[in-house]
């Protein structure tokens, strides 16, 4: 086989794989720049692996993904400890196929999202390939360098660690889109008892400006707080604001535009009718990915 021609069949196969090789990426670093560089990394290793000696290559693939994947992770743990305020994933703007995927949509929203960001690296990668891709465990143990009787340890603990914090119940596409509307309307009104009444009453607040635009540099816990936080916000700026409904993440979600500009993606958590979570993103680095659709997979 000419060289040309292994290279072609490389392409091919890893193509045919990549929109499921970045949704490993991301859910595991919560970062899109960083889920495309471990992308780069995964290829550049591809490119040089006999395809001949390799049985499965999604399986393959999916390995050398979680290992540079993993190799990031660590480094970016680091980092982020000395972050300024609250870290937020990056958001993604995705296609309404991910949002009808009900397991896929929520295994990259937000709420889902941050729950992960409290395991550990491995833990993370072990419970995102068990737990959100099926991946089987003799695999996984091979792509982060433990025995399966340890992996299955790993995937116990973190399993229990996520139960206990991700949201109690589901909510359908239609309830939380009908709360964020809710939300819309009353902030658009500056309506105080309004965001009240859609506001659970233990809403967590979080701002993501990561020391570029003014945030709240501590979560915000409370409907009256939140509410006072916002409706106040609403008032002391005099540069017009436009609010649209937009899909993030899976999700019904916000984006507010300032002069014009793109100044915040505003996702939700929603349970009974009421929102439980708000999370601003305001860090221009972590809005590119809002202009065009971003392809996830499970599969």
């Given amino acids: 086989m000419s060289d040309d021609h292994a290279v072609d069949r490389a392409t091919e196969v890893f193509v045919a794989h990549r929109n499921l090789l970045f949704t490993v990426a991301y859910e595991m670093l919560g ?10 990394e995964t290829w550049l290793r591809w490119v040089e692996v006999d395809l001949e000696q390799v049985r499965e290559q999604r399986a393959y693939l ?13 480094t970016l743990s680091r980092r982020r400890e000395s972050y300024v305020g609250p870290w937020l994933p990056e958001p993604l703007l995705t296609a309404p196929d991910v949002a ?29 390939l068990r737990e959100v891709f099926d991946v089987g465990y003799d695999e996984i143990a091979a792509a982060v360098d433990k ?18 914090r991700r949201p109690r119940a589901v909510v ?4 939380t889109r009908a709360a964020v509307e809710s939300f819309l309307r009353a902030l658009e009104g500056g309506d105080l008892q309004g965001l009240l009444d859609v506001l659970a ?24 707080k939140v509410a006072r936080l916002l409706v106040a916000g609403l008032g002391r700026n005099t540069i017009p604001l ?18 014009g500009e793109l100044d915040s993606i505003v996702t939700v958590q929603a349970e009974a009718g009421r929102l439980t979570g708000l999370y601003v993103v305001r860090n221009p680095e972590k809005l590119s990915r809002i202009a065009s659709e971003t392809s996830l997979a499970l599969r």
Avoid: C, W
């Fill in 62 to 74: 999916v390995r050398i993904t979680t290992r540079q994947a993993l190799n990031r992770l660590r």
């Fill in 172 to 175: 359908s596409q239609s309830q």
């Fill in 100 to 128: 009808q995927d009900v397991e896929l949509a929520e295994s990259v929203s937000m709420a889902m999202m941050l729950v992960l960001e409290t395991l550990s690296p491995t833990e993370r990668a072990v419970f995102v």
């Fill in 201 to 224: 009453p233990e809403v967590v607040y979080m701002g993501d400006g990561g020391g570029v635009k003014h945030a709240a540099l501590r979560p915000i816990v409370g409907a009256a």
């Fill in 147 to 164: 025995t399966p009787a340890a992996v299955r340890q790993i995937a116990h603990r973190a399993r229990l660690h996520v139960d206990a």
């Fill in 31 to 40: 970062s899109a720049a960083d889920a495309e560089d471990v992308l780069q």
């Fill in 242 to 259: 436009a609010f649209a409904p937009t899909m993030v993440n899976g999700s019904p979600a916000l984006t507010i535009h300032l002069d």
